[in-house]
Nanobody
């Protein structure tokens, strides 16, 4: 059974940093492209960042987080990370990691419909 478990969320002041982790189990992690999405009440889940199957592989970011967030993965530890710097109140959301099987080492995916495996989410709250 596939599980994605996010951690690292919390309350932080504007300008601060958080590092989210997503630990995967029950899958061949190096065969799954990964991504982070976020969602606020009443809004659709939105794309944040994506990475291909390979540690150090290609990445892609939403314009709203480009230059502030960094996605990375460690295939030896079955974990994907999201380093978030210079956080803003508008970053407040529940953050979800997602996985999708991929035979490509260079392709990332940015649509929610590209993913069929999701974590339970971790709350990030940024105070002004």
């Amino acid at each position: 059974q596939v599980h994605l478990i996010e951690s690292g969320g919390g309350l932080v002041q504007a300008g601060g940093s958080l590092r989210l982790s997503c630990a995967a189990s029950g899958l061949l992690f190096n065969m799954y492209a990964m991504a982070w999405f976020r969602q606020t009440p009443g809004k659709e889940r939105e794309f944040v960042a994506a990475i291909s199957t390979r540690t150090g592989g290609p990445t892609y970011y939403a314009d709203s987080v480009k230059g502030r967030f960094t996605i990375s993965r460690d295939n030896a530890k079955n974990t994907v990370f999201l380093q978030m710097n210079n956080l803003k109140p508008e970053d407040t959301a529940v953050f979800y990691c997602a996985a999708t099987h991929s035979f490509s080492t260079t392709t990332y995916y940015i649509r929610t419909t590209d993913y069929n495996t999701w974590g339970q989410g971790t709350q990030v709250t940024v105070s002004s």
